[in-house]
Structures are given as structure tokens and as C-alpha cells.
């Protein structure tokens, strides 16, 4: 509220929402300043004109100033399908693999959600966001828990396979992978797709949304928190020696961290 009043003194004119997920909506020397449900804010309108406002609202204190910039993804044309994965790095957890698919109306409901690379949203947002994202578009979600993972092989092998998957259920449309070594699926492949792709972006959150939900199960099964990451996990694989549990079904074996405690 205090924002909005803010707003108007500096001379924003309140415009209606267009949309059910925009919170309010104002205009200055056209510049479209637009906040989200996902509390993300958007600035529309040439670049010259959007840093000038940038400037202007960071000086008066509204908002943060990572939130005036205006996520920037690629133009394209036609159905896209973006793949993304997530829990690989993790120690405990699986894998989970998740792919969106739109054209250039879903894109835009995407980008009214104000949908970003996950790794800029909070556990929170993560599970909100997925929600909505699930109602606008076709999806499919892979989640390997850590039992099927061990068994499976080699990572590259299982994300290649998981990718191919998850695309082939969605298909036809032209296939972006968020590029990880040994990739050999997707009609494009790049580093930091989540970035440039909104339908990778959209898969990462919900490729997230289901590791979360995995690491949660986990807990329950093991009955403490198992942790994300690998940073800080020797407690945990400690407590999960100290309670007899079978680590195949609850980490990644193959990882070194391991090692010790098996």
C-alpha cells in the first residue's frame, strides 16, 4: 500500500489488471509497471525509458532493484517444448526430470505468472508458481527416487533418456535442453536455458517443485529432515547410518561423500 501511494506521487497512472495474477498495474512515460501474485515486478517499454524508472523507483526505495529488471526471453515461434532436471547434484533424492510445452499464447500466460529460473524463487514461490504453472500448460514430470537411480546406471545415460522421455510425451514441438555434459537429445541444446527459454524456465520450477516433494517423502521415510545439496549432509548420512536405513533407497550411492559411511 504504501508503494501504491508512492507510486502515485511520483506521477504513475493506476491502470485496470488484465489479468487474474496481476496484483496492480500503473503506467508513466509508457512504461508499464506490472506486480504479480509471485510478488515478482515488471517493467515494460523501451530500455532507455525502463532504466530511467529503474532509477527512479530505487531512489524513493520501492521495491529491490532486482525486481525492476524485466526477464528477457528469447522470441520464438511455433510450440516449444523445455526440459530441465533437477536433484542431480544432490546427495539425497533421485532425479527429476520435468518438460513444458507452448506456443506463443501460453507463453504469455507464462509470463504474466511472472515465471523465472527457479533457482531465483524461493521454496515457496517454487510450490505456488508450479501450481498455476500446471493449469495453463501441457507438462509431464519424471521423479526417479534414489532405489531406481542406483539401479539405473550412469547419470548422463539416465538424463538422456529422461529428457527424450519427457519431450516424446509432449511432442510435436521443437525440443530445448538445458545442456549438461554428454547431452545428445534436443533439437537445441544450450547452457543456462532456464534463462533464455520460458519453457525451460517453467520446467526448472517444476522440476524443483518435485524434487521438493521427493526430499519431503524421504523425510518422512527416514524419519528426520534429510537435507538438499551435498554442502552440508555428513549429519544426516550419519543419522541415517545410526538408524540402520538402507542407503540405497534414500542417497546416491556413487557419490564420494558416501563412501565413509557405507
Known amino acids: 500500500k504504501e508503494d501504491a501511494v508512492t507510486l502515485k506521487k511520483l506521477g504513475f497512472t493506476p491502470l485496470a489488471p488484465k489479468t487474474i495474477y496481476e496484483v496492480i498495474r500503473y503506467q508513466k512515460d509508457n512504461v508499464t509497471l506490472i506486480l504479480y501474485e509471485s510478488e515478482k515486478l515488471l517493467l515494460q517499454g523501451k530500455a532507455e525509458a525502463v532504466d530511467k524508472i529503474t532509477d527512479l523507483l530505487s531512489q524513493r526505495g520501492v521495491g529491490t532493484l532486482d525486481e525492476k529488471k524485466e526477464i528477457k526471453f528469447r522470441k520464438e515461434t511455433g510450440w516449444m517444448i523445455g526440459s530441465d532436471e533437477s536433484l542431480k547434484g544432490d546427495t539425497f533424492g533421485g532425479l527429476v526430470v520435468a518438460a513444458v510445452k507452448a506456443d506463443k499464447g501460453l507463453r504469455e500466460k507464462l509470463q504474466e505468472l511472472g515465471v523465472a529460473d527457479s533457482k531465483k524463487l524461493s521454496d ?33 545415460e539416465m538424463l538422456n533418456k529422461y529428457h527424450q522421455e519427457c519431450a516424446n510425451y509432449l511432442q510435436p514441438g521443437k525440443h530445448v535442453v538445458d545442456k549438461y555434459p554428454g547431452c545428445n ?74 563412501r565413509e559411511f557405507l
Open 124 to 156: 515457496k514461490e517454487i510450490m505456488t508458481m508450479a501450481d498455476k504453472i500446471r493449469r495453463i500448460v501441457p507438462c509431464e514430470i519424471k521423479s526417479i527416487l534414489p532405489e531406481k537411480y542406483n539401479k539405473s546406471g550412469k547419470i548422463t
Open 185 to 258: 537429445v534436443g533439437e537445441i541444446r544450450e547452457v543456462k536455458a532456464e534463462s533464455k527459454y520460458l519453457e525451460v524456465a517453467a520446467a526448472s520450477v517444476l522440476a524443483r517443485e518435485a524434487a521438493l516433494k521427493q526430499l519431503n517423502f524421504l523425510s518422512m521415510q527416514a524419519g528426520f529432515t534429510v537435507p538438499k545439496g551435498s554442502s552440508h549432509v555428513k549429519l544426516a548420512l550419519q543419522e541415517l547410518k545410526d538408524r540402520g536405513l538402507d542407503f540405497k533407497k534414500f542417497v546416491k550411492v556413487d557419490f564420494k561423500n558416501i
